[in-house]
């Protein structure tokens, strides 16, 4: 069960409207990586999880809590919306610089949401379901959510440096926090996974059905070996079952693709001892097709 509270979780209050800003702030909104996003993955993972009721607990706390920063940046985007048309043709040309500012602003913030936030990207790009992931693999989950607030939270840095606005600042400066709170907490439950179910998702699947001399082995596919030098190529690997191996110059271990033509109904390129039939329009098929003639 939810319920709402008026107060908002932390303020959202701009010095000044900034349409263009207003813009920009969309995207840690609406985008892949903004609040809507890992609002609506944290929750699917909550209600979908089937492990241990802690997990299931803390995984909606969180999902609970970006609820509250929709809210906010929802309503600090309308803050900045405020008075943003307000001008017609006529007043726009005698100062450049307000038309060059609203000429920058969302249209569909005045136009489509009455000066309102949308469910979009920086760029108007619908938010979309797409974005989340909720698999029901705890340890495969919180990775993704990891990426998602490291993602989100270089956003919102980037974001904070694009704004002077002491209030904007302000909220920006709560949410860092709150990112900089969930990737830690996100590492301390897949640590806590790890412990228990190992390094490697899914840790139900048995090792001897891997094709295991490649299991360990960081193939260089380009020239020059920089990446010889990497963690990912020298002693234990992480899931402590073997060495890694560096491999300078990998083989081709298949075999080469020789794919039969097409049917005749899929229309393709025919093979060069095909012949078309003069005034027929027809083609006339070798054995492989067994000498049937097309329909």
């Not at 900045?80 to 726009?92: K, S, T, V």
Request: charged share 20%; hydrophobic share 35%; glycine share 8%.
């Amino acid at each position: 069960m939810f319920y709402h509270v008026k107060e908002l979780q932390y303020n959202a209050k701009p010095t000044k409207p900034d349409p263009v800003y207003a813009k920009k702030l969309q995207e840690i909104l609406g985008g892949q990586f903004g609040e809507m996003s890992v609002m609506m993955q944290y929750l699917f993972q909550g209600w979908n999880c089937r492990a241990e009721s802690k997990y299931r607990d803390m995984i909606l706390d969180i999902g609970t809590e970006e609820i509250a920063h929709v809210e906010m940046i929802a309503t600090m985007i309308a803050q900045l919306l405020d008075g943003a048309p307000a001008h017609d043709q006529e007043q726009a040309a005698k100062d450049p610089v307000v038309e060059a500012v609203l000429g920058g602003m969302n249209p569909q913030h005045a136009i489509v949401n009455g000066l309102g936030a949308q469910p979009n990207d920086s760029v108007g790009y619908p938010w979309t379901a797409r974005y989340t992931i909720a698999s029901g693999n705890l340890l495969a989950d919180f990775r993704a959510n990891l990426n998602a607030e490291s993602q989100g939270r270089l956003q919102v840095v980037r974001l904070y440096e694009m704004t002077t606005d002491p209030g904007v600042r302000d909220m920006l400066s709560f949410l860092i926090a709150r990112d900089t709170m969930h990737q830690n907490q996100w590492m301390a439950a897949i640590e806590e996974l790890e412990q228990t179910q190992g390094a490697i998702v899914p840790s139900t699947f048995s090792q001897e059905y891997e094709k295991q001399e490649v299991s360990y082995s960081f193939m260089n596919f380009s020239e020059g070996e920089d990446s010889r030098s990497g963690r990912w190529a020298n002693g234990a690997t992480f899931d402590g079952q073997a060495t890694f191996e560096y491999v300078q110059n990998p083989k081709a271990m298949g075999q080469k693709p020789d794919l039969k033509p097409g049917p005749a109904y899929i229309h393709g390129t025919p093979p060069l001892d095909m012949r078309i039939i003069q005034g027929a329009g027809k083609m006339e098929p070798n054995s492989f097709m067994n000498n049937q003639p097309l329909q």
